[in-house]
Structure formats: structure tokens, C-alpha cells
């Protein structure tokens, strides 16, 4: 059994707290120190939308939910299915649309664009690793690159994003180009994420245009 499959402590945690992967805690310390959602509740209101590319198996799509407690309306996207076992029903409610299909396909894009404009736009998308640092690298910065194209057709101004990315020349390239479209652009690397791994997460918050 590789590393990655033996359970460790957030694989642990996340069995116990109901969500079917470790991930959640990477948005949950995004979220803690960069506000991307509101603090409580009450301060959601129908106009606070989401959306979230690479959402499989569902642990970020949950985490949004129940902050939301029936506000604000997400939309999630991804190739595979959700899982629904620890969703307790919030995966079928209406402040919930999910679209089994790919991010590159412009109908797909056109159909979730249509559901904004988004006041957060979130990405954990990730490619299937081939094991080389610059081809692993080179395609996460393809989905990140896309993520920052659904962020320019429907994030509100002054909306935030969240999106996984590699650490290598192309994460560079892209850093300068987004740079100016935000008030603030931060990366920054939740304590979740394995210590091996090039992942790490670019944070945008207060975009300046929408076009």
C-alpha cells in the first residue's frame, strides 16, 4: 500500500466529521484565513453564489453547504460523479446544481457561466498525474488557466477564487497574468496537503473587473 492509500490524520478526521475526502480541510484553512465565505449564515443571502470546478468526490461541495445551512446557491462540476454517502441529503437541494461533464467543453462552460454571476469561484481540480514534475505541472496550470476563464465570464466584482495549482514555470507565467485583475493574489499551501506534493493553492480576492 502506497502512502497516499494508508489513511493518515485528515483522512482520519474527515471519515469521523462526514466528508468522503481530506480535502475539505485544505478549503476549510483557505477559508479561516482569507474569508472567502461568509463567517455566519445570516450574513448569506440569494445573491451569494458559488461555483466549484473539480468537485469530485464532494468533501469542498459539502463544506460550502452546510456554511450556507440553505442560503446562497452553489454550482459544482467535475468528469466523475459525487459521492453521495456522507451528503445527508444537501446534494439534492435546491440551492444545489451539479453537472457531471468537462470544464474545457464550451456548452459546459456557457451552462455554468449562465447560473452566476458568482460571488466565489472555487477550483481543486487536478489532472491524472503521469509521475513528471513539468508534464504534471504544465497540465494543472491548463486547468487553472481555465478556472481564471470562468472567473473573467462571471465573477462578480470584487469576488474571490480560490484554485489548485503546481509550483513550476507555467504556475509563474500565470501569477503575473492574473495578478493585476485581483486586490489581493496570495499563494498559499493548507497544512492538508501532503508534504511531498507540488500542490498549492492561488487565492484571489477582490476582483476588479468583470468582462
Not at 489513511?7 to 462526514?18: I, T
Request: charged share 20%.
Amino acid at each position: 500500500m502506497s502512502n497516499y492509500e494508508k489513511p493518515d490524520f485528515w483522512s482520519l478526521r474527515a471519515q469521523k466529521e462526514g466528508y468522503p475526502a481530506r480535502s475539505v480541510y485544505k478549503l476549510q484553512e483557505i477559508d479561516k484565513k482569507f474569508g472567502l465565505l461568509p463567517a455566519r449564515p445570516a450574513q448569506i443571502n440569494a445573491d451569494f453564489r458559488v461555483l466549484e470546478l473539480g468537485a469530485a468526490p464532494g468533501s469542498w461541495s459539502l463544506y460550502v453547504l452546510r456554511k450556507f445551512s440553505g442560503r446562497g446557491f452553489l454550482a459544482a462540476c467535475d468528469l466523475s460523479p459525487l459521492s453521495h454517502r456522507p451528503d445527508s441529503g444537501l446534494f439534492g437541494g435546491q440551492n444545489f446544481f451539479f453537472k457531471q461533464a468537462d470544464i474545457f467543453v464550451a456548452e459546459t462552460r456557457a451552462e455554468l457561466t449562465a447560473l452566476g454571476p458568482f460571488s466565489l469561484i472555487l477550483s481543486d481540480a487536478a489532472p491524472a498525474t503521469s509521475g513528471g514534475r513539468l508534464v504534471d505541472a504544465a497540465r494543472q496550470a491548463e486547468l487553472a488557466e481555465a478556472a481564471f476563464l470562468y472567473a473573467h465570464a462571471a465573477l462578480k466584482r470584487g469576488g474571490n477564487v480560490c484554485v489548485k495549482i503546481f509550483q513550476g514555470a507555467d504556475t509563474t507565467d500565470l501569477i503575473k497574468e492574473i495578478r493585476p485583475l485581483f486586490n489581493t493574489l496570495k499563494t498559499f499551501k493548507p497544512k492538508a496537503c501532503r508534504s511531498s506534493s507540488l500542490e498549492t493553492y492561488l487565492v484571489g480576492v477582490g476582483f476588479k473587473t468583470l468582462s
